[in-house]
């Protein structure tokens, strides 16, 4: 099994910045991609960012500029800085890990879950 770690919840000031942790652990073979998705109260999970294994990152447009993702693959290890954050940035963040755990065998697993609460 894999099991996914994430840690760097909490509350900040708007303006604030915050990083997430997230780590795999398990048997893992080789990592795909590791990102971040969030998740606020009567939405739609959303895209935040991802890296795959050869470094190419994806973001949201609505952290765009503000948020950076990177990666420590010998690791894996992915790290989620959050610069001036906002209110509307509130919401349960994923970590979310897709990798094979084996040469065939493919795998998709998702965090528990850490809450990022941005006070107006």
């Known amino acids: 099994q894999v099991q996914v770690g994430e840690s760097g919840g909490g509350l900040v000031q708007a303006g604030g910045s915050l990083e997430l942790s997230c780590v795999a652990s398990?048997?893992?073979?080789?990592?795909?991609?590791m990102g971040w998705y969030r998740q606020a109260p009567g939405k739609q999970r959303e895209l935040v960012a991802t890296?795959?294994?050869?470094?190419?990152?994806t973001y949201g447009d609505s952290v765009a500029g503000r948020f950076t993702i990177s990666r420590d693959n010998g690791a894996n290890t992915v790290y989620l800085q959050m610069n001036s954050l906002k209110p509307e940035d509130t919401a349960v963040y994923y970590c979310?890990?897709?990798?094979?755990?084996?040469?065939?065998?493919?795998?998709?697993?998702w965090g528990q879950g850490t809450l990022v609460t941005v006070a107006s």
């Open positions: 398990g048997s893992i073979f080789r990592i795909v991609a």
């Open positions: 890296v795959n294994s050869g470094g190419a990152t």
């Open positions: 979310n890990v897709r990798a094979y755990s084996d040469y065939i065998r493919h795998l998709e697993v």
